[in-house]
T-cell receptor, first 117, second 115 residues
Framework: AQSVTQLDSQVPVFEEAPVELRCNYS??????LFWYVQYPNQGLQLLLK??????LVKGINGFEAEFNKSQTSFHLRKPSVHISDTAEYFC???????????????FGAGTRLAVHP | GAGVSQSPSNKVTEKGKDVELRCDPI?????LYWYRQSLGQGLEFLIY????????KSGLPSDRFSAERTGGSVSTLTIQRTQQEDSAVYLC?????????????FGPGTRLTVL
């Protein structure tokens, strides 16, 4: 079984400041990792995903995340945030192809990022 | 259509009534998923379709919940005898094959309020 912990339920930050949203996971099998963003009254949109290879993954809107296997973490970062980044961010895992199964996403509870002017 | 669509966008119903929620996936996507997003529970997986079959229904919370998919396309989630705890946003997603590396594309959701 897999589980995802997002360590901060809310993160307030000023515009143009850097931000890190933390995500830790637990799994008995190898997994793939995802970050999704949900803007107000919208569905979820994929920001980035880690499947294999380089542990630093770049996504849309200037976001990046680093997979750390030893710490079972997949923290999301952006060097300079904009007001428009205000949204809820979800970290998720799914069993890898080597674990069998399908693309079943297990989500964390979400982190609400509030960017202030 | 370019994305996943869901209808209705909002549904208000009285306790005990049945409701149907509809999802139109991206054309050509064989995999379809339903999730529920509620304040206390976060994002919960409900059911996964591959074509018209549902190999994983493990997330359906009770036998009041059922879903079907026809023609490998549209899916309907039905909740019978709704209860107040069913109030949530119901999200549908689709992906090309359901493979582990797939990206799931989400619809805007249906907000269900049970009075």
């Amino acid at each position: 079984a897999q589980s995802v912990t997002q360590l901060d339920s809310q993160v307030p930050v000023f515009e143009e400041a850097p931000v890190e949203l933390r995500c830790n996971y637990s799994s008995s099998v190898s997994v793939y990792l995802f970050w999704y963003v949900q803007y107000p009254n919208q569905g979820l949109q994929l920001l980035l995903k880690y499947l294999s290879g380089s542990t630093l993954v770049k996504g849309i809107n200037g976001f990046e995340a680093e997979f750390n296997k030893s710490q079972t973490s997949f923290h999301l970062r952006k060097p300079s945030v904009h007001i428009s980044d205000t949204a809820e961010y979800f970290c998720a895992v799914s069993p890898s192809m080597f674990s069998g199964g399908y693309n079943k996403l297990i989500f964390g509870a979400g982190t609400r990022l509030a960017v202030h002017p | 259509g370019a994305g996943v669509s869901q209808s209705p966008s909002n549904k208000v119903t009285e306790k005990g009534k049945d409701v149907e929620l509809r999802c139109d996936p991206i054309s050509g996507h064989t995999a379809l998923y339903w999730y529920r997003q509620s304040l206390g529970q976060g994002l919960e997986f409900l059911i996964y379709f591959q074509g018209n079959s549902a190999p994983d229904k493990s997330g359906l919370p009770s036998d009041r919940f059922s879903a079907e998919r026809t023609g490998g396309s549209v899916s309907t989630l039905t909740i019978q005898r709704t209860q107040q705890e069913d109030s949530a946003v119901y999200l549908c997603a689709s992906s090309l094959t359901g493979g582990s590396t797939d990206t799931q594309y989400f619809g805007p959701g249906t907000r269900l309020t049970v009075l």
